[in-house]
């Protein structure tokens, strides 16, 4: 007997692309015939962000249909290139496939690494020498690429600080010790509290840039992820925050009637 539809992951992801193909095609829908690369650039991010918040709560069943919605939005792009003759979603696969390959010698080659360090090093050797190549290609000839070449300018501000930092300290521009990271931090402390005295919201907003990149630094330096570090704080502040709406609601309260004292009585509950 003939099983119905496609069975293989191969076939269910020729069977997404079709669909994608007949949605934007003559006749397709409305809405997926007007999309652009641009109108979609939010869509991605919401999906990314989604796919985080799936991971964050460890809900596995909406994961892989969050991470669906996103291969949804690769497909989709891909087929809008494929239209303008730019690139097809086999491109998009094949250079993936081959990126791995190329930068992982130690498995498909004949190299040996045995650290995660090691692997991290190796790829970035790689990645440089790739990047040379473009640049020759593109006849720039030996050049060398900027260091931060291929840190997105569009991400999010914390995700791009701490590639920056990152791509900084692997040719080292690094603090050697914790403590002069800290001392570093009292100086930007000090910077921004005579900033605010010269009541200048420029500076003011200079410093604390400056201050949220030092952040970044010190979790780069203790190998912490500083957009998980966040994200659980945004998390522990909400679920306390919560814990202080409850508890004013059993008094008969509401937060803004509250006094600071009363709804920090109930943060120091929460936290405990």
């Not at 006849?139 to 995700?159: T, W």
């Not at 500083?226 to 522990?236: G, I, V």
Request: proline letters at 4%; charged letters at 35%.
């Amino acid at each position: 007997m003939t099983p119905e539809g496609p069975t293989t992951a191969g076939e269910k992801f020729q069977r997404l692309v079709e669909i994608m193909a007949r949605l934007r095609a003559p006749g397709g829908c409305p809405w997926d015939r007007e999309q652009t690369f641009e109108t979609l650039r939010k869509y991605l991010l919401e999906e990314t962000y989604e796919v985080l918040d799936a991971i964050d709560r460890e809900d596995w069943e909406h994961l892989a249909e969050e991470l669906g919605d996103l291969q949804l939005q690769i497909v989709f792009q891909s087929q809008i290139a494929a239209e303008e003759g730019k690139f097809t979603v086999d491109d998009v696969l094949g250079h993936i496939a081959d990126k791995l390959v190329r930068r992982h010698p130690h498995v498909f080659g004949e190299e040996s690494i045995g650290t995660a360090g090691g692997v991290v090093h190796r790829w970035e050797e790689i990645k440089a020498e790739e990047n040379r190549r473009k640049a020759a290609d593109r006849g720039e000839g030996d050049a060398p690429a900027s260091i931060f070449e291929g840190v997105p300018r569009s991400q999010p501000a914390l995700l791009e600080a701490d590639q920056l930092g990152k791509r900084a300290a692997r040719v080292g521009f690094e603090w050697e010790r914790f403590s002069e990271m800290l001392e570093k931090m009292r100086e930007e402390i000090a910077e921004l509290e005579q900033a605010r005295a010269n009541g200048s919201s420029e500076e003011i907003e200079d410093e604390i840039g400056d201050l949220l990149f030092m952040a970044v630094n010190f979790s780069r330096f203790l190998k912490i992820n500083p957009e998980l570090a966040l994200r659980k704080a945004n998390a522990k502040f909400r679920k306390r925050f919560e814990f202080i709406e409850r508890g004013l609601r059993e008094r008969g309260q509401a937060p803004e009637d509250a006094t600071l004292d009363e709804m920090e009585e109930l943060w120091q509950q929460a936290k405990r």
